[in-house]
């Protein structure tokens, strides 16, 4: 069992940054590759970033490419999604998700969920 924890969220002009943190339970952090993902309302669940187990492998969706930045930290049990150059319609519920092993872009593939933060960037 994994527990995940975001947090960073918040309220952000147009050009702003800001940085996502997730913290997980458990000591078999490594073992898991991790995945970002967002949310605006009435629209479905997208995929944003993920990073191999180890982090040398991470992948993007276009819409975020150049501007954010995954990582993580195995010691620390956490993974972070560093967003600069935020746009408007980076406006969304940005969660974290473990996925045992492999990397994918498909949501329904993650085995655990954090609860989610919320990230407004106003024009």
């Known amino acids: 069992q994994v527990q995940l924890v975001e947090s960073g969220g918040g309220l952000v002009q147009a050009g702003d940054s800001l940085r996502l943190s997730c913290a997980a339970s458990?000591?078999?952090?490594?073992?898991?590759?991790m995945g970002w993902f967002r949310q605006a309302p009435g629209k479905e669940r997208e995929f944003v970033a993920n990073?191999?187990?180890?982090?040398?492998?991470?992948y993007y969706a276009d819409s975020v490419k150049g501007r954010f930045t995954i990582s993580r930290d195995n010691a620390k049990n956490t993974v972070y999604l560093q967003m600069n150059s935020l746009k408007p319609e980076d406006t969304a519920v940005y969660y974290c998700?473990?996925?045992?092993?492999?990397?994918?872009?498909?949501?329904?593939?993650?085995?655990?969920w954090g609860q989610g933060t919320q990230v407004t960037v106003s024009s």
């Open positions: 998700a473990a996925r045992a092993y492999l990397m994918t872009t498909m949501a329904r593939e993650y085995d655990y």
């Open positions: 990073i191999s187990r180890s982090g040398s492998n991470t």
């Open positions: 458990g000591r078999t952090f490594s073992m898991y590759a």
